[in-house]
């Protein structure tokens, strides 16, 4: 008979310092973990790095995962909130590079060309708020409702209520591309 490891016993042997556990349980978890990283950043380059600064934090916030949620759970909540603190420190990056003339125009420029080459959802999903773009994220990664408000602290009601502002900006998105 063959046993199954599961993502959680991974992450327990992960804890204890079991090296090859960590590197099952990354093996297993690093496309996903991409996924949601790109959805979140909403670009390739980005999610690369935010993935691999994750992946980099994972040994030593692995003591934070207590077997109350499924690993994936808990793994998204942590990319979640590795994404909202890269957002803070772009925008105070942003703020104090107000002024440095032509290369912060030129990279604001190699940004937007950036963005125009992405696909049409990745792009709207830019100009999301980001409380919208971060649920719409999880559940386009296939998280349910409960998952989603679970990872992002909040009901599963407002999980719902996220989707459809998220589908109004959308849609409002689309009709003025077509006019």
């Known amino acids: 008979m063959r046993m199954t490891v599961t993502d959680e016993d991974l992450a327990i042997a992960a804890q204890n310092g079991d090296e090859q556990a960590f590197s099952s349980l990354i093996a297993r978890q690093y496309d996903r973990l991409f996924r949601l990283c790109f959805r979140l950043t909403g670009a390739k380059a980005e999610a690369e790095d935010l993935t691999q600064d994750i992946c980099a934090a994972l040994p030593a916030k692995l003591a934070s995962y207590k077997q109350q949620s499924k690993v ?19 925008a105070s990056h942003t703020r104090a590079a107000d002024g440095w003339g032509d290369w912060e125009v030129n990279r604001q420029a ?8 992405a696909d ?16 719409l994220a999880l ?3 296939d998280m349910t409702h409960a998952e989603t408000a679970d990872i992002l602290g ?6 719902s209520w996220r989707l459809s502002e998220a589908r109004k900006h959308l849609k409002t998105l689309k009709e003025k591309e077509d006019v």
């Open 72 to 90: 994936t759970t808990w793994l998204y909540r942590v990319a979640v909130n590795a994404a909202h603190d890269r957002r803070r420190k772009q």
């Open 110 to 117: 190699a940004i937007a060309e950036n963005a125009d080459r």
């Open 120 to 135: 049409w959802l990745t792009t709207a999903m830019n100009a999301l708020p980001n409380d919208l773009r971060d649920t």
């Open 139 to 141: 559940v386009l990664d």
């Open 154 to 159: 909040i009901s599963e009601g407002t999980v």
